[in-house]
T-cell receptor, first 112, second 115 residues
Framework: GENVGLHLPTLSVQEGDNSIINCAYSNSASDYFIWYKQESGKGPQFIIDIRSNMDKRQGQRVTVLLNKTVKHLSLQIAATQPGDSAVYFCAEIGGSNYKLTFGKGTLLTVNP | KAGVTQTPRYLIKTRGQQVTLSCSPISGHRSVSWYQQTPGQGLQFLFEYFSETQRNKGNFPGRFSGRQFSNSRSEMNVSTLELGDSALYLC??????????????FGEGSRLTVL
């Protein structure tokens, strides 16, 4: 698959558990953050976003937390399912409004 | 509504050759951006086009170029291919190109292997 050879941080969880994926960003001027999910053989898919004037945002089964003090972003997935297995990337808008800067990604594996 | 379509999905080239990749954005989307994805460097921004004009460019050598047509379809070209150009090339489209709306949709990519 597309993830073969990637030396990514990995997270392995049991089906039904909650997952927390972390991301550190570097640009203190970034004001918009997005989490993407990339399944093997596919392009990244938007999950949830958050602006810098917020510290928490919830979606369906997902929550994003933003800590601007330590430049840290996390994605929480509730009741993780096998279909959640994928690589998760955080991305930030820094400077230009027309490009994203992506983090390295985390490989999430959900065991049935 | 059809998604972002990239062609070809897979291709193999040899060093020194050139390659052209194509991207058809979602209907109505005028912004197309390109990203390179490799195991070592992750996802890196190449360039972004809006209404046939390049608005932003990443830190890639001049061998990497692109263009956008009046129907918003975009192509990217890599000349004098090197082994390190082997990667998944992703195209993404949006209505305005402003990333802070979250309305960025990716294609499935073109997997380039350089031998």
């Amino acid at each position: 698959g597309e993830n073969v050879g990637l030396h990514l941080p990995t997270l392995s969880v049991q089906e039904g558990d909650n997952s927390i994926i972390n991301c550190a960003y570097s640009n203190s001027a970034s004001d918009y953050f997005i989490w993407y999910k990339q399944e093997s053989g596919k392009g990244p898919q938007f999950i949830i976003d958050i602006r810098s004037n917020m510290d928490k945002r919830q979606g369906q089964r997902v929550t994003v937390l933003l800590n601007k003090t330590v430049k840290h972003l996390s994605l929480q997935i509730a009741a993780t399912q096998p279909g959640d297995s994928a690589v998760y990337f955080c991305a930030e808008i820094g400077g230009s409004n027309y490009k994203l800067t992506f983090g390295k990604g985390t490989l999430l594996t959900v065991n049935p | 509504k059809a998604g972002v379509t990239q062609t070809p999905r897979y291709l193999i080239k040899t060093r020194g050759q050139q390659v052209t990749l194509s991207c058809s954005p979602i209907s109505g989307h005028r912004s197309v951006s390109w990203y390179q994805q490799t195991p070592g460097q992750g996802l890196q921004f190449l360039f972004e086009y809006f209404s046939e004009t390049q608005r932003n460019k990443g830190n890639f050598p001049g061998r990497f170029s692109g263009r956008q047509f009046s129907n918003s379809r975009s192509e990217m070209n890599v000349s004098t291919l090197e082994l390190g150009d082997s990667a998944l090339y992703l195209c993404a489209s949006s209505t305005s190109g402003r990333m802070n709306t979250g309305e960025l949709f990716f294609g499935e990519g073109s997997r380039l292997t350089v031998l």
